[in-house]
Nanobody, 128 residues
């Protein structure tokens, strides 16, 4: 059973930077598409970013483009989300997601129901 463990959340000032990590375990094949979703209070869960198994392809939600960067280290079975120029609207629980090979089509990245595995989430709070 694949398990995803997020870490790195916290309370930050607007304009600051923060890096989230997601460590994967329980799998023998690292060729998973990985990503992040988030859910703010009273909001639906929304797509943040995703990355192909080899790191060659990435995509971002419109609200984070140009500020957030997703990356991965397959030797460490970890995916990262570097968040820069944080805004109050970034306040949310951030969830790590994974989908096993064969690869998840890019058009499916944006919909939460297409992801097989979810972490428990880590809270990010941005104050002004």
């Amino acid at each position: 059973q694949v398990q995803l463990a997020e870490s790195g959340g916290g309370l930050m000032q607007a304009g600051a930077s923060l890096r989230l990590s997601c460590a994967a375990s329980g799998r023998s094949d690292s060729r998973y598409t990985m990503g992040w979703f988030r859910q703010g209070a009273g909001n639906e869960r929304e797509f943040v970013a995703a990355i192909t198994w080899n790191g060659a392809g990435t995509d971002y939600g419109d609200s984070v483009k140009g500020r957030f960067t997703i990356s991965r280290d397959n030797t460490e079975d970890t995916v990262y989300l570097q968040m820069n120029r944080l805004k109050r609207d970034d306040t949310a629980v951030y969830y790590c997601v994974a989908d096993p090979p064969p690869y998840l089509k890019r058009s499916h990245w944006y919909h939460l129901e297409n992801w097989d595995y979810w972490g428990q989430g880590t809270q990010v709070t941005v104050s002004s």
